[in-house]
C-alpha cells in the first residue's frame, strides 16, 4: 500500500519564478494539508484540503495557493519566488481528521 | 494561541543511555498531543499520541504522558539506541469544526553514540 507520494524530491528555482508542488495522498484518505519546513525549524501549517476545497489556511501569503482533484490528489503553487521561500515542502493526507501520514517532502530550493 | 516549546539541541548520548526531551504546550481549548520523528531525508513519522489528560502514549521503547497541569508532554526512552538518532518533533492539534492543523515544535536533534 503506498504512501504519500510527493513530486518532485528537489527542485531549484530562481527568485522570481513560479513552483508547482504535487502530492498524491495514501489509499483511502481524502484530506491533503501541505507544511513548509525550514532548515532547522519545525514545521508550518500552509493549508488543508477536503473536498477539492481550501479548508484552513495558515498564516502565509497570498502567493502559496493550492488545488484538490476528484481523485484527492493535491498541488502547492507558489507564484514570485524569493529566497525565504527556500525549504521542505511536506505533504500530509488524513482520512478527513483522523492520522496523518506525510510524505518524505520536496526539497525547493530558490537562488 | 496555540504553540508548542521543546527543549534545544542537539543532545547527544551514549548507546543505552536514559533519553528525556522535554516539551510544553499552550493551548486554548484541549488539545491532542503527539511526537514525530524524522530521519535523515525522509518525511515525519507518527512516534505515539495521546488524546487526553493522564494518556501514555508509548511505541518502540519510547512513552510520554499527557500531564494536563504541568502543560507538558516529555519524550521518554530507557535505554536509547544508534538508530534512534533522528529529529524530534512534539505537535499538538486543537480539534475545530474544519480542520486540526498541528502545531509543531522547532524539534530536537538526538544523536547517540556507540
Known amino acids: 500500500d503506498a504512501g504519500v507520494t510527493q513530486s518532485p524530491t528537489h527542485l531549484i528555482k530562481t527568485r522570481g519564478q513560479q513552483v508547482t508542488l504535487r502530492c498524491s495522498p495514501k489509499s483511502g484518505h481524502d484530506t491533503v494539508s501541505w507544511y513548509q519546513q525550514a532548515l532547522g525549524q519545525g514545521p508550518q501549517f500552509i493549508f488543508q484540503?477536503?473536498?477539492?476545497?481550501?479548508?484552513q489556511r495558515g498564516n502565509f501569503p497570498d502567493r502559496f495557493s493550492g488545488h484538490q482533484f476528484p481523485n484527492y490528489s493535491s498541488e502547492l503553487n507558489v507564484n514570485a519566488l524569493w529566497l525565504g521561500d527556500s525549504a521542505l515542502y511536506l505533504c500530509?493526507?488524513?482520512?478527513?481528521?483522523?492520522?496523518?501520514?506525510f510524505g518524505s517532502g520536496t526539497r525547493l530550493t530558490v537562488v | 494561541g496555540n504553540s508548542v516549546t521543546q527543549m534545544e539541541g542537539p543532545v547527544t548520548l551514549s548507546e543505552e543511555a536514559f533519553l528525556t526531551i522535554n516539551c510544553t504546550y499552550t493551548a486554548t481549548g484541549y488539545p491532542s498531543l503527539f511526537w514525530y520523528v524524522q530521519y535523515p531525508g525522509e518525511g515525519l513519522q507518527l512516534l505515539l499520541k495521546a488524546t487526553k489528560a493522564d494518556d501514555k502514549g508509548s511505541n518502540k521503547g519510547f512513552e510520554a504522558t499527557y500531564r494536563k497541569e504541568t502543560t507538558s508532554f516529555h519524550l521518554e526512552k530507557g535505554s536509547v539506541q544508534v538508530s534512534d538518532s533522528a529529529v524530534y518533533f512534539c505537535?499538538?492539534?486543537?480539534?475545530?469544526?474544519?480542520?486540526?492543523?498541528?502545531?509543531f515544535g522547532a524539534g530536537t536533534i538526538l544523536r547517540v553514540k556507540s
Open positions: 505537535a499538538l492539534t486543537v480539534n475545530r469544526e474544519y480542520g486540526n492543523k498541528l502545531v
Open positions: 500530509a493526507s488524513s482520512l478527513y481528521d483522523y492520522g496523518y501520514t
Open positions: 484540503y477536503y473536498e477539492e476545497e481550501e479548508r
